[in-house]
């Protein structure tokens, strides 16, 4: 058994060293969540994407789903100027430097994504969260850059 757990952890070390998953897979559902708090950002990407799916049944209107990231100190101001610039603008503020990237607003059954630089999320805290009002405090996680 130890044998075995050793062999998988060097065959996990060894692909993780030739190609770093540079992206990962991310769902919001009718719940108004998120199926991870947590993103493992390999330093070795230079651009890392976040692939959002709503397994859901809700239209994006009410339960409307997406990602943005950003420091994590700017989160709770980022979603309340987004609230204001509404669903045509993806709920984020146009304009806004904090955001680093962000995804558009999706409902039931969509997709999208989001993909931005390793660069921009270096040397301090950063998250991903909804910007759909009312929807950050919970549908909330953060990058773990390792
Ligand atoms: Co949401």
Redesign the pocket.
Known sequence: MLKTLFALGLLAGASSALAADCSAELE?NDM?QYNKNEIDVPKSCKEFTINLKHPGSLAKAMM??NVVIAKSADVQAIASDGSGAGLDADYVKPGDTRVVAHSKVIGAGETTSVTFPIAKIEGDDYAFF?S?PG?YSI?KGTLKLQ
């Open positions: 919001g108004m409307g789903h909804c759909f929807h549908m």
